[in-house]
């Protein structure tokens, strides 16, 4: 195995084209931080990866954009354990990785022995398949303005904090999505009380690949329908020009799972995300990705 490290999001972009096209799913992420990377939006550090066969395939690919996590694509154990080596001596920053079960644990096993792991969550990939439009809820969408800047911000936070879900420059993060009309709100009475939007569309030959999230509904307004409303909307926004439509779950939240599931979203897959814990500061013992204490 062969392990490049890449210049820059166009050349990732260009490199990783054939392979992510064969998962356009579980590559997605990787395909629409790049993408947003491509349009200007700017990280530090920012590393991308490749890995590539004796024989010149690229088998496997990874990008880091700080202060983030690693993510992985899926690919082959011995694939995932060079490009550890790689990352390990390039990132000494590091926090953690995101990516297939099987991948990040190989790239775990593969680093220091002073790097411990810590699963934080786990994340069922939806795929939409037959869309069942939901009840009629009170209330009506409309795509997210500047004026909204504030209230976006502040939900986004709360976001973040519900799902312990690490969130850096929530403002610049919300002004991205609001200068590609990418989140709706859903109001009630001139009042909004749900918000969805979607991450940038990820283009492959032929079709987009359209990725939901975040979705986030304030405790005083759940259990209402709103949010299965405000997904609603955006899935049908995208239905006309997006071949593909999905989304990430927490696994551990039975709600949301319920309302995608009603809404015709189907299981694909499983991502893992998990934080490295440096052995000589960790306050508690580790967990493994198996679940087990370390």
Known sequence: MRVERLAHAEQFLATTADFRRADPVMTNLLGSVATSVAAGREYAPQFWWVVRDDGGQVVGCALRTGPHR????????????????????????LPGFSGPRDAVEAVAASMAPRRRIQVTM??????????????????????????????????????????????????????????????????VQGRAVAMAGHAPLVQMPGAWVARIGPVYTPAASRRSGYGS???????????????????????????????????GFRAAGELVEAAVVRADRAEAPSVALDGTAT
């Open 229 to 263: 409303a405000v997904t609603a909307s955006v899935v049908e926004e995208l239905l006309p020009t997006c071949a593909t439509i999905m989304l990430f779950a927490d696994a551990a939240n039975p709600a949301s799972n319920s309302v995608y599931r009603a809404l």
């Open 70 to 93: 690693l993510v992985v694509s899926p690919m082959p154990t011995q694939a995932a354990a060079a490009l550890a080596v790689d990352v390990a001596a390039a990132d000494a920053d």
């Open 122 to 187: 786990t994340d069922v990939v939806y795929v939409l398949g037959e869309y069942v439009r939901p009840r009629p809820t009170p209330g009506a969408s409309r795509r997210a303005r500047r004026s909204d800047l504030d209230l976006l911000v502040a939900w986004h936070e709360q976001f973040g904090l519900d799902a312990q879900v690490p969130m850096h420059d929530t403002r610049a993060s919300v002004l991205d999505r609001l200068e590609q009309a990418g989140l709706w709100l859903w109001e």
